[in-house]
């Protein structure tokens, strides 16, 4: 967590409490496929005992019966050979690789794909949207050292959203990139800079006066966010609503993204089946 033009909170960041909802992505797909082995497991399990109590019931089916009369069997050159097609099922497609491959990330990128949502929700936190921008000129929606740092590692696009609500603001900035080692470079620079976007009701925000910034990465993408007071005055540690909506600011920028691989991996799926 920074103030005014400090460095953005986020692993690695002074006094940060924000998750790294990369890391956390990476622990629940874990945990995801341990439950799979787990259920293929169980079933397997539950096939072997169906066996046995079919087999039980057919031995006791006869006890107390005359023994059946002996039939006549085929010969060996009779029997017909079993055969077996072979089907691979492919695994199902993962929402990591469509927002890390921009060979598989090929869905439209604009605000309103980005930025659907009337309003950001995180929990019982709602707030507003106000205005939305995009450009290829990464460096346009900047101040500072971030924009030489986008452009130095080829930065293709930036999308902004503006949230607003109780006399506070919060942008959010998405920076694409053709690989994620390009977009773990420019979270590893740690240089604060996304300018705020005004618009629909929310003025200039902060604008000289300190505010709190955030930096992460996931996939080829790298976000970022900038929240303040929108009387102009300074953000501090008691500032909890500025605090509050940037540190939303950041989790939703990461739930868009993660939803963008997640909807194309949906779709490669319905096309495998």
Not at 105 to 118: C, I, K, S, V, Y
Not at 142 to 159: D, E, F, I, Q, R
Not at 193 to 220: H, I, K, M
Request: charged letters at 20%; aromatic letters at 8%.
């Amino acid at each position: 967590m920074s103030f005014g033009n400090g460095g953005p909170f986020g692993p690695g960041g002074p006094d940060s409490s924000t998750p790294d909802w990369d890391a956390l992505a990476d622990e629940s797909e874990a945990r995801g496929r341990r439950r799979r082995w787990l259920l293929i497991g169980g079933g397997a399990l539950a096939t072997a005992a169906v066996a046995g109590i079919v087999a039980t019931a057919v031995i006791t089916s006869n006890k107390g019966g005359d023994l059946p009369r002996p039939v006549t069997l085929p010969t060996e050159s009779a029997a017909p050979e079993p055969s077996f097609s072979e089907v691979s099922v492919p695994p199902p497609p993962n929402p990591r690789d469509y927002i890390t491959d921009p060979k598989k990330d090929t869905a439209a990128l604009t605000p309103a794909g980005l930025f659907p949502d009337q309003n950001m929700v995180l929990g019982k936190n709602s707030y507003p949207r106000r205005s939305t921008a995009a450009t290829d000129d990464c460096t346009a929606g900047t101040y500072g050292a971030l924009g030489a740092v986008l452009k130095h590692n080829g930065c293709k696009k930036l999308l902004r959203a503006t949230y607003a609500k109780d006399g506070v603001a919060v942008t959010v900035g998405v920076a694409v990139f053709d690989s994620k080692a390009a977009a773990f470079k420019v979270k590893a620079a740690g240089k604060p800079g996304l300018a705020p976007l005004p618009g629909d009701g929310v003025g200039s925000f902060c604008q000289g006066s300190p505010c709190t910034t955030y930096a992460n990465a996931t996939g080829r993408y790298a976000y970022f966010t900038i929240a303040g007071n929108l009387d102009g005055s300074a953000v501090t540690k008691a500032s909890t609503k500025a605090l509050q909506i940037g540190q939303d600011g950041g989790q939703y920028a990461f739930h868009r993204i993660w939803q963008r691989g997640t909807d194309q991996a949906a779709k490669a799926a319905r096309a495998q089946s």
